[in-house]
Nanobody, 118 residues
C-alpha cells in the first residue's frame, strides 16, 4: 500500500522558517519525481517545487531563492524535504506531497498546514 505522509507544518511569523518532510512508502514502480503543491484558502492547488529522481530541481517563481527541496531514498521509501525561509503571509496554505511516476500516476499525501502571520 502506497502512503505519503507529510509533517512539519505549523504557525510561523513572517520572515521565519519551517521545514516540511514527506515519507513516501510502498511499492511505487517507475518513480519519476516528487514535489510539493499548496492550496491557499479559496484558491486552487498550485505547484511549488519538484525534484526528479536524478536530483534536478525546479521551483515556482514565487518561492525561488527562499525554498530548497531535497530528496533521498532507502529501499521502497523516499523522503522529501523542503526548507522554507523568509516566509511570507502569501505562503500560507495546506502543503501536499506528491509523487509522479512515468506511468503518469500521481500519489498524494493528505497535506500539512502552514500558516504565516504578519
Amino acid at each position: 500500500q502506497v502512503q505519503l505522509v507529510e509533517s512539519g507544518g505549523g504557525l510561523v511569523q513572517a520572515g521565519g522558517s519551517l521545514r516540511l518532510s514527506c515519507a513516501a512508502s510502498g511499492s511505487i514502480p517507475r518513480r519519476m519525481s516528487m514535489g510539493w503543491y499548496r492550496q491557499a484558502p479559496g484558491k486552487e492547488r498550485e505547484w511549488v517545487a519538484s525534484i526528479s529522481v536524478i536530483g534536478v530541481t525546479n521551483y515556482a517563481d514565487s518561492v525561488k531563492g527562499r525554498f530548497t527541496i531535497s530528496r533521498e531514498s532507502t529501499g521502497n521509501t523516499a523522503y522529501l524535504e523542503m526548507e522554507m525561509n523568509n516566509l511570507k503571509p502569501d505562503d500560507t496554505g495546506v502543503y501536499y506531497c506528491n509523487e509522479k511516476t512515468t506511468y503518469a500516476t500521481d500519489y498524494w499525501g493528505k497535506g500539512t498546514l502552514v500558516t504565516v502571520s504578519t
